[in-house]
C-alpha cells in the first residue's frame, strides 16, 4: 500500500467510519435490497455531501442493476458504489496530466480556505520531485500573511520572494518571475489575497497578475488553482461557485479533507463546479497534498 494511499485513508478516515456505520445501520435487519433501502442509500450519500443531483444519480445506477429481488450484500453493494463514483469521477474530474514543463501556479479563494497553507505543500510536492522551486507572496493586505509564507519558506528551504505589506501583488509576481530566471527555477507558486473588497477588485488584481504573467513568463505553463475548504460543505462550494466566475480557475485543490465527516463534497465540487479534481488536502503538515485519484478516492470513501 503506497503512502499516498494511506495518506488518503487517514484524510477520509470520518467519512469512511460515518458512512460504514450508516450503511450496517441502514440495511440491518434487511433480507432483499428493496426500494426503502435504496432509499436510505440516497439519504446516506445526501447527507455525506455528495450532492442531492450526485446522490440520486449513484442510486439510480443500482436501482437499473437490481432488475429482480436480491438479497442484502453489504459489502457488494458498496463496492457497487465505489465503481459507480470512480465512473462518475473519472467521466468529469480528472486533470489532464501536467507536464514537467515550467509552471506558474496561482492559488485563489475566499479567505481561511487554506491557500498559503497549500502554497507550502505544493512547494514540497515540487522539491520532492528535483524541481527547483520559489513561493511569491502576493497576499500582501495582510502583513501576517507574508510571515507565515516565509516560515514556511524557511522550513523547506524554499526562497519566498515578498515586499512589505500594502504592495501591488502584481509587483511581487514581477520579482519572483525575474529571481526565477535569475536562479534557474522553474516553478513559481503564487499565494493570494482571499480578503478583497469585491468582485470588481478581485477580478482586477487576478488580471494585473495573469499580465505580469504573459510578459514575464511567455513560455511558461499558466495554471490557477481554485482552493477550497472540504469543511464548509454545500454552503462553500456556492461561494465556490461564485468565486470560480471571477477567478476562473482551471482545476481545484479540496483543502482540509482530513477535518470532516463529509469528504463526499469532492464529488460534489467535480460535478458541480465542471473543474477538474487536482489536489487534496489532508492535514496541516508539508507533506498533507495527496494527488487526486478517482478510484484511490471512491475505494477510500466506502471501500
Ligand atoms: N486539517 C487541515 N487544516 C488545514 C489544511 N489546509 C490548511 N489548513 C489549516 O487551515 C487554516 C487556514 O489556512 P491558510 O493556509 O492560512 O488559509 P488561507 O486561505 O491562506 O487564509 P487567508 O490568507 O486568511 O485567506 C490554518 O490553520 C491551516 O493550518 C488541511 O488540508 N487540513
Ligand atoms: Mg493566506
Known amino acids: 500500500m503506497s503512502d499516498l494511499w494511506q495518506k488518503l485513508k487517514k484524510g477520509l478516515f470520518m467519512t469512511h467510519t460515518e458512512l460504514l456505520e450508516r450503511f450496517d ?64 469521477l473519472e467521466d468529469t474530474a480528472v486533470a489532464p496530466a501536467a507536464g514537467d514543463e515550467p509552471t506558474v501556479t496561482l492559488l485563489v ?28 507572496a502576493a497576499d500582501t493586505f495582510r502583513a501576517a500573511a507574508v510571515e507565515q509564507l516565509s516560515v514556511w519558506g524557511e522550513r523547506l528551504g524554499v526562497d519566498v520572494i515578498r515586499q512589505a505589506r500594502g504592495a ?20 513559481v507558486i503564487i499565494d493570494t489575497a482571499g480578503r478583497l473588497h469585491n468582485k470588481q477588485h478581485l477580478m482586477e488584481e487576478l488580471a494585473k497578475i495573469r499580465r505580469v504573467i504573459d510578459r514575464q513568463a511567455a513560455g511558461w505553463r499558466r495554471d490557477t488553482l481554485l482552493v477550497l475548504d472540504a469543511t464548509t460543505g454545500q454552503n462553500g462550494l456556492a461561494q465556490a461557485q461564485e468565486f470560480h466566475k471571477v477567478a476562473a480557475a482551471d482545476a481545484v485543490l479540496l483543502a482540509k479533507v482530513d477535518g470532516t465527516a463529509k469528504g463526499g463534497i469532492v464529488v460534489a465540487v467535480a460535478r458541480q463546479l465542471d473543474l477538474p479534481v487536482r489536489f487534496l488536502g489532508v492535514g496541516e503538515g508539508a507533506e498533507d497534498l495527496v494527488e487526486f485519484q478517482p478510484r484511490e478516492f471512491a475505494a477510500a470513501l466506502l471501500g
Not at 113 to 123: C, D, R, W
Not at 172 to 183: E, G, H, K, P, S
Open 25 to 88: 445501520a441502514a440495511l440491518a435487519g434487511r433480507v432483499v435490497l428493496d426500494e426503502e433501502s435504496l432509499e436510505e442509500l440516497e439519504e446516506i450519500l445526501i447527507a455525506a455531501d455528495l450532492g442531492v443531483e450526485t446522490s440520486l444519480a449513484l442510486v439510480e445506477g443500482i436501482r437499473r442493476d437490481v432488475r429482480k429481488p436480491e438479497a442484502v450484500d453489504s459489502l457488494r453493494l458498496r463496492q457497487r458504489l465505489v465503481d459507480e463514483i470512480a465512473v462518475l
Open 109 to 136: 479563494g475566499v479567505n481561511g480556505v487554506g491557500k498559503t497553507t497549500s502554497a507550502a505543500k505544493l512547494a514540497r510536492w515540487h522539491q520532492m520531485r528535483q524541481r527547483r522551486v520559489l513561493l511569491a
Open 168 to 187: 501591488d501583488p502584481g509587483a511581487v509576481v514581477f520579482d519572483a518571475l525575474q529571481a526565477a530566471r535569475a536562479r534557474g527555477a522553474d516553478r
